[in-house]
């Protein structure tokens, strides 16, 4: 599943890499996506629409609530999670399909979320990471550190990993909440992580993407033929997926 700035979503066989269908009724961009179960959830202008995955892929739902652009979801339990640029995190009952709570806390835009237990994760412009209890919807604690507007987080067993505008990806310890390891290597912001194995692979405005050692922290690898910036990254069945500003999708072997 891909999500476009010409306010489409295309469905992919990861097979043949043929195109199986394209997916119609958001009115401006599409920003962000999530899958669970039989549910595929995106994110567009003030808006969230809920479509079906099996033929004929209708949307079932429209959610609305937040003010601005939907920049991530993310889904547990039985619990959809949005972030926005108005600066909230909404909360949505997956079944009902009803607003549960809202969470505010963060001067900016709400750019990228991550869950783990009980614990959601969320990274802002305004440069912190927040930490919230999914039971209370309470601010657990901020972690400050990076420079720059964040950008993506991602999780593995008792590490947090997030890549921000100051062209770092910062590590922190998940139980006491301390920064444990700084990568450098990129010469523009980080957009998009994701995590394979034992490997972080790390997408960038520099156009490549670049492969760490999730244990020694060191660079193994630089992927490059993108030819804009890298904008998102997902992996299935050993193989990486790059979606970049270049119009294009990649498909690398890992």
């Known amino acids: 599943y891909s999500a476009s700035y010409d306010n489409t979503i295309c469905i ?3 097979e043949t890499y043929e195109e199986i269908a394209t997916l119609r009724g958001h009115t401006n961009s599409v920003i962000c996506l999530t899958l669970h179960e039989n549910k595929l959830y995106s994110g567009s202008f003030e808006t969230i629409c809920i ?3 099996e033929e004929p892929y209708e949307c079932i739902a429209t959610l609305r609530g937040h003010t601005h652009w939907v920049q991530c979801l993310t889904i547990h339990d039985n619990k959809l999670y949005s972030g ?3 600066a909230t995190i909404r909360i949505w009952n997956t079944e009902t399909y009803e607003e549960v709570a809202i969470l505010r806390g963060h001067t900016g835009c709400v750019r990228c979320l991550a869950h783990h237990d009980n614990k959601l994760y969320s990274g802002s412009w305004d440069m912190t990471i927040r930490i919230w209890n999914t039971d209370t919807y309470e601010e657990v604690s901020i972690l400050i550190g990076h420079t720059g ?3 993506c987080l991602t999780l593995h067993e008792n590490k947090l990993y997030s890549g921000s505008n100051d ?4 590590i922190w310890n998940t139980e006491t909440y301390e920064c444990i390891a700084t990568l450098k290597g990129h010469t523009k912001y980080i957009d998009c992580l994701t995590l394979h194995k034992n490997k972080l692979y790390t997408g960038s405005a ?3 993407i670049r492969v760490w050692n999730t244990e020694t922290y060191e660079e193994i690898a630089t992927l490059e033929g993108h030819i804009s910036y890298v904008v998102y990254l997902t992996h299935f069945k050993n193989k990486l997926y790059s979606g970049s500003a270049d119009k294009t999708i990649r498909v690398w072997k890992i």
């Open 51 to 53: 479509w079906n995955t």
């Open 206 to 208: 520099d156009k490549t």
């Open 149 to 151: 507007i964040m950008k």
């Open 12 to 14: 992919w066989n990861t």
């Open 167 to 170: 062209n770092t990806i910062r």
């Open 84 to 86: 926005s640029s108005d």
